[in-house]
């Protein structure tokens, strides 16, 4: 694979940041009235709704709190979800963008400067970005049990202020050593933020307007990535390393805007704490305890599926295949991705629009089958490289990809939270995390052992394969699951006099 120059890079590692981003991404909203300060509300929000018919001991999920307010099938348009979020909603929903930008701006070429500006061998450079994805790992568990424990906006904050620390000291990084610490605590908050925000988001928006939530809020993370990307490749110079200082810098700055709001407008949002032994509800709070249930083991292992096969190959599979196999240039690789990115930013609003109301594992499904017939457009391109039908076809899957990324992104996330109680969402969201992480971090692993070997047709075979085996996880997971936690309304019964 030949080098890119520091605008292909950029675009080689978009999609690599909105897997790991949307951990950090900044969408918080209000806490219903029951469990926090904010003034009362109308009484729809605390409705409570019955269980659903025929429903088995075996199903779990459909927390008090995911009943609450949200089925809104209603909510067609962006004006209409807007009018429906709470006022802290729009807060950080109207900011999510701004606060991705700087992750964009950075991580593209953070490899870049470890690597020929601050002068480490590649090896070292490779070892050090690591650091990132395996620190974010290791906190992800405990991570959760502090936002139980404490709640999320605490945790948040520590983890805002570690990102702040982390870039600022890589700005002057100058060793291995000052930059190892720095990229460390830039994975604490990588660790803890995914949890977090998605534990805080899901204390009020409930039912399909926390999924149009979900989904939204990625298509905005996408884009505040790619403006970033953009920016920084054209910025950044090798031979000016005071511009990487002025990126990272920026990048430490943009974490202010999450962390005002959190010591500002929304520092009445809270999210309810339990201790070890267990909540009042008889939710399980420990971490063995929430394994137990059939459908947190299932959705973890169809979420480390997913991202193994899908956003773990985003850096390593994907474009070693297209310049290897396919034999395309950087510049269409990196046109690949501003063209995922585009579909992302575009379509959105418009899937959501067509899965509201349907089964979420019923949408699985269909993203899978969308993802596996990405990976044969890609296939392809290997009957006729270095033309330029092999690099319309490497267009054509990530585009492809991309629509399958808009089903995935409003689904997995809701589901997770719907089965958790607002006292065990952090673990719950941690157990999530900790799958997504571990899928990208095997991805990649397993790419480059295959294509270093020569084994292009058994990769894409793989992927196909994994892509099925989504499929059936979903349909598996379906029938451990309520209806009111897969996006099916549930009628509520009349609430007790």
């Known amino acids: ?29 209000r806490v219903p009235p029951s469990h926090g300060p904010c003034p009362p509300r109308a009484p729809a929000l605390t409705v409570p709704v019955g269980r659903v018919a025929g429903e088995g001991p075996r199903r779990f999920g459909g927390s008090p709190s995911s009943a609450v307010s949200g089925r809104m099938p209603g909510v067609t348009s962006m004006r209409g979800f807007w009018r429906a979020l709470p006022t802290e909603g729009r807060w950080l929903l109207s900011t999510a963008a701004v606060q991705t930008l700087g992750r964009g701006l950075t991580l593209p070429f953070t490899i870049i400067y470890l690597h020929e500006v601050l002068g480490f061998d590649l090896g070292t450079s490779g070892a050090l970005m690591s650091l990132i994805a395996i620190t974010g790992l290791i906190v992800t568990a405990p991570g959760g049990t502090l936002i139980d424990r404490y709640g999320a906006r605490v945790v948040l904050l520590g983890g805002l202020a570690a990102m702040i620390l982390g870039c600022t000291l890589l700005a002057f990084a100058t060793d291995p050593v000052v930059a190892a610490i720095a990229l460390v605590l830039i994975g604490i908050n990588f660790g803890v933020s995914w949890p977090g925000f998605n534990a805080l988001i899901a204390t009020v928006v409930q039912g ?23 920016l920084g490749g054209l910025f950044v110079d090798v031979d000016r390393p005071e511009t990487f200082t002025a990126i990272f810098l920026v990048d430490a700055a943009t974490c202010l805007i999450p962390a005002a709001l959190l010591l500002g407008p929304l520092r009445h949002v809270k999210t309810p704490v339990a201790d070890d032994a267990g909540s009042d509800d008889g939710a399980p709070t420990r971490y063995r305890d929430i394994l137990r249930q059939p459908a947190v083991r299932w959705l973890a292992l169809l979420t480390f599926i997913a991202m193994f096969l899908g956003y773990g190959q985003m850096e390593g599979g994907f474009p070693a295949y297209a310049r290897q196999v396919s034999e395309v240039s950087t510049q269409v690789v990196g046109f690949a991705f501003a063209v995922n990115t585009a579909v992302i930013v575009l379509l959105q609003f418009t899937v959501l629009k067509f899965i509201g109301g349907h089964r979420r594992t019923r949408v699985m499904q269909v993203m899978a089958a969308v993802w596996a017939l990405s990976w044969l457009v890609l296939g392809a391109t290997a009957l006729v490289p270095d033309t330029i039908a092999a690099a319309i076809g490497v267009l054509a899957f990530m585009g492809v990809f991309a629509l399958g990324e808009t089903m995935l992104q409003p689904t997995v996330p809701a589901v997770d939270n719907d089965l958790a109680t607002d006292r065990n969402r952090g673990r719950f969201n941690a157990v999530n995390a900790a799958a997504f992480q571990g899928g990208a971090i095997t991805g990649p692993i397993v790419a480059g052992l295959l294509l270093d070997r020569g084994l292009d047709g058994w990769f894409i075979a793989l992927m196909v394969a994994c892509c099925a085996a989504v499929a059936v996880l979903a349909g598996v997971l379906e029938r451990r699951i309520t209806a009111e936690a897969n996006g099916v309304a549930v009628a509520p019964t009349p609430a007790a006099e």
């Open 1 to 29: 694979m030949t080098p890119a120059s520091p605008t292909s890079r950029t675009a080689l590692t978009l999609p690599l940041l909105s897997t790991a981003v949307p951990v950090s991404n900044c969408s918080l909203t």
């Open 208 to 230: 399909d307007l926390r999924q149009q939530y979900f989904g939204v809020n990625f298509a905005l993370i996408n884009l505040g990535i790619g403006i970033g990307g953009i």
